[in-house]
């Protein structure tokens, strides 16, 4: 089973997806289902959640002044149809806020090549 190198809660925390299953040997087409991660990168994306995150999208991805909530029925009526790629490419680029691309590709939770 390939994994990811760690930390995303970008892809970690959205319900029904961290337990997808594992991604294919070859580059997976852009509808097809999150690779897999194991526990301790979940809770090292919990982690990484709380201290990058959080300030502004709610410590339960609730949403707050500072930012969307990342979770919800908007929020996956915008995400849901769209490939997890796409997610993954706009949070690496756009995010944190103030700091865009400024965590490492791993944290972002990048699939291992
Ligand atoms: C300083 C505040 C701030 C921080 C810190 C921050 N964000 Fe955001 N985030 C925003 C704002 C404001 C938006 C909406 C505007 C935009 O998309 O650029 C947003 C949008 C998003 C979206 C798109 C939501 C949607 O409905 O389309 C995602 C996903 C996201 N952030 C993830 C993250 C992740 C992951 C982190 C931590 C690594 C993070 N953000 C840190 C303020 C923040």
Request: aromatic share 8%; proline share 12%; net charge positive.
């Amino acid at each position: 089973m390939r994994l990811m190198t760690a930390m995303s809660m970008v892809l970690l925390t959205l319900p029904g997806w961290a337990g997808a299953a594992a991604a294919p040997p070859a580059p997976p087409p852009l509808s097809a289902a999150p690779p897999a991660f194991t526990a301790a990168q979940v809770e090292a994306g919990r982690t990484l959640y709380s201290r990058q995150c959080a300030a502004c999208h709610g410590a339960a991805q609730e949403g707050g002044e500072a930012g969307p909530a990342r979770r919800g029925t908007a929020f996956l009526a915008k995400w849901g149809p769209k490939p997890w790629q796409e997610l993954y490419e706009q949070t690496r680029r756009t995010m944190p806020v103030t700091q865009p691309a400024g965590l490492a590709r791993s944290q972002y939770g990048r699939p291992r090549r």
